[in-house]
C-alpha cells in the first residue's frame, strides 16, 4: 500500500479546502481523506492539518502521481494560498 501524506503547518480555510477536496478526490486509483490534526503525545502538534491519498499498490501510486489530475491538485492549492505544506510518499508494509 502506498500513500501521499500532506502535513499543513496551519489549517486552511474550511471552505475552500473542501472545494479543493473535490478535485483531490478525482485523482485516479486512489482514496483522498483529510482532517484537522487535535492533538499529540507530548505538546502541541507540530502540524495542523492532515491530508492523504491512499494506493493499493505501486503501479496505481506511480500512475497516480503522474496524472494530469494529481498536477491539478497541486496547482489549485497554490492558487488558493494554502499554506506551503510537508508532502511526503510513504510505502507501508
Known sequence: MYRVAVLYEH???AESYAEHAELCAQV???V????????????EPPH??????EFADEQA??????SDEF???GKD?????????AVEFVELS
Open 48 to 53: 495542523a492539518y492532515y491530508a492523504e491519498w
Open 71 to 73: 498536477m491539478a491538485t
Open 32 to 43: 483522498f481523506r483529510h482532517g484537522k490534526i487535535t492533538g499529540a503525545p507530548m505538546g
Open 11 to 13: 489549517e486552511p480555510d
Open 61 to 66: 501510486f506511480q500512475s497516480a502521481i503522474r
Open 28 to 30: 485516479p486509483g486512489g
Open 77 to 85: 492549492a497554490y492558487k488558493r494560498g494554502f499554506p506551503q505544506p
